[in-house]
Nanobody, 126 residues
Framework: HVQLVESGGGSVQAGGSLGLSCAAS????????MGWLRQAPGKEREGVAT???????SYADSVKGRFTISKDPTKNAVYLQMDSLTPEDTAMYYC?????????????????????RGQGTQVTVS
């Protein structure tokens, strides 16, 4: 049973930074595509970033140059460092996983390609 647990959300002023963490369990971590998704009130869920088993990454255009996805295989963890935050980044952020490279092979992260998602952590930028 795949479990993804996010942490690190909170409130920050525009221009500030936040780091999110995702603790993953229940699968062979190394073979999965991992990612972060977000959903703002009244908006559709969108892909933010992905990282594959080799460490290759992709980002939504809206966060390129500001957000960084990374992972620590020894801890089965995935991270999202968010810098230069704006109010438009306010959303619930979800850790996501898929048991094959598929979601990591497209140029822009697509939330519908992921099989698993955590409960989310709220990020508010004012």
């Amino acid at each position: 049973h795949v479990q993804l647990v996010e942490s690190g959300g909170g409130s920050v002023q525009a221009g500030g930074s936040l780091g999110l963490s995702c603790a993953a369990s229940g699968y062979t971590y190394s073979s999965y595509c991992m990612g972060w998704l977000r959903q703002a009130p009244g908006k559709e869920r969108e892909g933010v970033a992905t990282i594959d088993s080799d460490g290759s990454t992709s980002y939504a255009d809206s966060v390129k140059g500001r957000f960084t996805i990374s992972k620590d295989p020894t801890k089965n963890a995935v991270y999202l460092q968010m810098d230069s935050l704006t109010p438009e980044d306010t959303a619930m952020y979800y850790c996501a996983a898929h048991q094959s490279p598929g979601p990591c092979l497209v140029p822009t992260p697509r939330p519908e390609l992921f099989s698993y998602r955590g409960q989310g952590t709220q990020v508010t930028v004012s």
